[in-house]
């Protein structure tokens, strides 16, 4: 049995030195699995391909889309549930082309429009770990939460060929081949807008949702932010407030692999790309990921100036001269872990001083966060996932709109005001406990 998966396996992939007659991969075709097993890292494909508490790769996690749920599915080799029939062709034309192998089209949900860009030597790498460097599992898939005429899967044709941009041909190269200052340029956009599919969650969507750029020469749109499941998904171009324009190439690499910085600590998404994807890169791909970031002009062309740190509000709290509600609410709730300067404690509790989190026109990863609490990943970098109890049950929306509204204007911050009525929606879009009665 395994013995003739290897060898279909052998004919469709064609790679070399083969396999030894007792059935274990010879040391050319070990390489390759384990290089597609770190391409599926950088692809997080088990972050949707894996059910809470499910087995690696069986699929069946629940994905919430504006026409119903999706269900992931089972790409694990087993011949009945998963893909242990597809060919090396059928698995390029679902991951890169978002055509699955009986000939419908993939929901969206499936980032197959990042992957398009993906090296089909890369492909041929996933290929080869998915069949033999994955536990086959019996699974069957499940149908999708979407009602009929949504239902129908036609429609993702047409989307499908309006949105999908065609599929790499060939390997990134530079030249001259010597630049490692442009191969490392290269390498970051590669990862970024192919396996990363940073796009998916950083990108804006329009009227038929999808992405409203792919790449960078699409325009300022790419990574400019977008909300996921309630967390704003950042701005990651050059932006000065509420971008990466004050953070290093350094920072944005320690970031990745260790889900924290002297600026910021992951949540919300990115805590689980941290956990599951970028902490697992080489030092190399990090670097190469930082680069490609801080080459994104900023969507602002005039706001160059960064932010600056201004203390009159933490020399007001510490001789008890603010006594406005938001500050009060600070310090009885925040100013233990977050201090009354608002630069917290580095890579333990964020500083809010000039935080792009608490910079960013959408406040709502702010509120969310409040609200909900969030714990940083555990990376083998920091292993400590420190967290952040919710409020939910503790503050009305006044109080969270006040304690939002007063880190917002504090320590040189610049964000503007939130009311009670936008905590009251966020209140209710994540599922938070019903506020205090008073
Ligand atoms: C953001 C979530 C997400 C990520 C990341 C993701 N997938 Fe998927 N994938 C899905 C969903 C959802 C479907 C099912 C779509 C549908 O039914 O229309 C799917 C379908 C597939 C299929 C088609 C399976 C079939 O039964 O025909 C393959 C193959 C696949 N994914 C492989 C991968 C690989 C390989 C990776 C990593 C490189 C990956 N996926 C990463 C969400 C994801
Ligand atoms: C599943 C959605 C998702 C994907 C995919 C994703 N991110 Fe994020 N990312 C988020 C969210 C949500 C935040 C805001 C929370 C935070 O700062 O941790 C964020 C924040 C960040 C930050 C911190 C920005 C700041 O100023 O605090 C960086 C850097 C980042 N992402 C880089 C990336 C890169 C690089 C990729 C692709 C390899 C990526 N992200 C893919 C959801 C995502
Ligand atoms: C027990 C300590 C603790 C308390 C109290 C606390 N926080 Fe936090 N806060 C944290 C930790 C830890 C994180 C990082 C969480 C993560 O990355 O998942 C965090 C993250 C944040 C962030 C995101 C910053 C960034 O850019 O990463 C904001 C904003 C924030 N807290 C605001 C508040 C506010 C406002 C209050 C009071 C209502 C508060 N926190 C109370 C520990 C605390």
């Avoid at 396996?9 to 070399?16: H, P």
């Avoid at 998963?82 to 679902?94: H, K, P, Q, S, V």
């Avoid at 499908?160 to 191969?183: E, S, Y």
């Avoid at 990466?244 to 689980?272: C, P, T, V, Y």
């Amino acid at each position: 049995m395994m013995k003739k998966t290897i060898v279909a396996a052998l004919s469709i992939l064609a790679c070399g030195t083969g396999w030894a007659a007792d059935g274990t991969p010879a040391t050319a075709d070990a390489q390759l699995i384990k290089q597609g097993e770190y391409l599926s890292r950088a692809g997080d494909c088990i972050a949707c391909h894996t059910a809470k508490d499910g087995k690696p790769f069986a699929g069946g996690l629940g994905i919430e889309s504006p026409l119903g749920t999706i269900y992931s599915t089972n790409i694990t080799p087993d011949k009945d549930t998963g893909i242990g029939n597809y060919t090396l062709e059928d698995f390029d034309r679902a991951v890169r082309h978002g055509v699955a192998k009986d000939g419908h089209s993939l929901y969206p949900a499936m980032p197959y429009t990042a992957y398009a860009k993906v090296t089909p030597d890369d492909v041929k790498a996933l290929y080869a770990y998915f069949m033999h460097g994955v536990e086959p599992v019996k699974q069957a898939n499940k149908d999708t939460d979407i009602t009929w005429p949504l239902s129908m899967r036609w429609p993702l044709g047409v989307w499908r060929w309006m949105f999908a941009p065609d599929v790499a041909t060939a390997p990134v190269t530079a030249t001259p081949a010597n630049d490692a200052d442009k191969q490392a340029l290269l390498r970051g956009q590669y990862l970024v807008e192919g396996l990363g599919h940073c796009s998916t969650c950083h990108t804006p969507r329009g009227f038929a949702l999808q992405e409203k750029a792919l790449t960078d020469a699409d325009g300022s749109a790419f990574l400019s932010g977008g909300v996921v499941e309630g967390w704003l998904a950042k701005n990651l171009r050059g932006d000065m407030a509420d971008g990466l324009g004050s953070w290093s190439k350094e920072d944005i690499a320690a970031f990745l692999k260790s889900g924290r910085n002297g600026h910021s600590a992951a949540f919300g998404g990115m805590a689980q790309v941290v956990q599951d994807s970028t902490q697992h890169l080489t030092d190399a791909d990090v670097n190469a990921i930082a680069v490609y970031l801080k080459s994104l002009p900023p969507v602002n062309k005039n706001a160059t100036q960064p932010l600056a740190y201004n203390d009159t509000v933490a020399q007001a709290l510490r001789s008890g001269k603010d006594t406005s509600d938001g500050a009060m609410t600070f310090l009885n709730n925040c100013a233990a872990c977050h201090r009354s300067t608002g630069k917290g404690y580095a890579e333990t509790f964020p500083q809010l001083a000039l935080s792009s989190t608490v910079n960013s026109a959408d406040p709502a990863s702010l509120i969310h966060i409040v609200l909900k609490g969030a714990q940083m990943p555990g990376t083998s970098a920091a292993p400590t996932a420190y967290a952040m109890p919710g409020f939910d049950w503790r503050l009305t929306d006044k109080e969270v709109a006040d304690v939002v509204t007063f880190v917002r204007s504090s320590w040189g911050n610049q964000g503007a005001a939130v009311s009670a009525s936008d905590v009251a929606k966020v209140r209710k879009e994540v599922g938070a406990a019903k506020a205090p009665a008073r």
